[in-house]
T-cell receptor, first 113, second 112 residues
Framework: GAGVSQTPSNKVTEKGKYVELRCDPISGHTALYWYRQSLGQGPEFLIYFQGTGAADDSGLPNDRFFAVRPEGSVSTLKIQRTERGDSAVYLC???????????FGEGSRLTVL | KQEVTQIPAALSVPEGENLVLNCSFTDSAIYNLQWFRQDPGKGLTSLLLIQSSQREQTSGRLNASLDKSSGRSTLYIAASQPGDSATYLCAVMDTGRRALTFGSGTRLQVQP
């Protein structure tokens, strides 16, 4: 596809469960970002990949959150032992270069019951 | 730590008006500033990207300006239409890191 694709669009899970959220960036974009957005707020940075490596993971809130991008394309955000406070929309973005224009996906809405 | 503030938080105008949305940031050491539009329940759509060396960018009825030294940007929307109703977000990328810092947005409603 032409844009950033995120799956699932909606995920409802129970407290304590493990969740994976997937992002397929625009073809050829080397930079990939994960953000989290709560209702009425702007997105908050989680992690940034340049190629396969996590260049900046300073936004990850704690060690329950982890992200990978093994082949430099698709990325997966993994959340262990989910808590109700993890409920939010998780947004993925990609960019042709690290200082370029970011293009966002539609997001994955996570609800932890 | 970079902080981005957007004023006003919400704005309602009649169709046809020209309007200005404001964005301010605390650290002027930035690579670029980007304006986004977000419709309810949707992702972000990039509107304009201004590099730190630029003063303004234009796209159709939209014009964004950047005054890096004073830490301000404005988004000007000419001849507003009901289809412009959305939340507009401003974000800056610092020179020290490659992450965007966002404001909380301005929720715009254009009344027909």
């Amino acid at each position: 596809g032409a844009g950033v694709s995120q799956t699932p669009s909606n995920k409802v899970t129970e407290k304590g469960k493990y969740v994976e959220l997937r992002c397929d960036p625009i073809s050829g974009h080397t930079a990939l970002y994960w953000y989290r957005q709560s209702l009425g707020q702007g997105p908050e940075f989680l992690i940034y990949f340049q190629g396969t490596g996590a260049a900046d993971d300073s936004g990850l809130p704690n060690d329950r959150f982890f992200a990978v991008r093994p082949e430099g394309s698709v990325s997966t955000l993994k959340i262990q032992r989910t808590e109700r406070g993890d409920s939010a929309v998780y947004l993925c973005a990609s960019s042709l270069k690290s200082t370029g224009e970011l293009f966002f996906g539609e997001g994955s809405r996570l609800t932890v019951l | 730590k970079q902080e981005v503030t957007q004023i006003p938080a919400a704005l309602s105008v009649p169709e046809g008006e020209n309007l200005v949305l404001n964005c301010s940031f605390t650290d002027s050491a930035i690579y670029n500033l980007q304006w986004f539009r977000q419709d309810p329940g949707k992702g972000l759509t990039s509107l304009l990207l201004i590099q730190s060396s630029q003063r303004e960018q234009t796209s159709g009825r939209l014009n964004a300006s950047l005054d890096k030294s004073s830490g301000r940007s404005t988004l000007y929307i000419a001849a507003s239409q009901p289809g412009d109703s959305a939340t507009y977000l401003c974000a800056v990328m610092d020179t020290g890191r490659r992450a965007l810092t966002f404001g909380s947005g301005t929720r715009l409603q254009v009344q027909p």
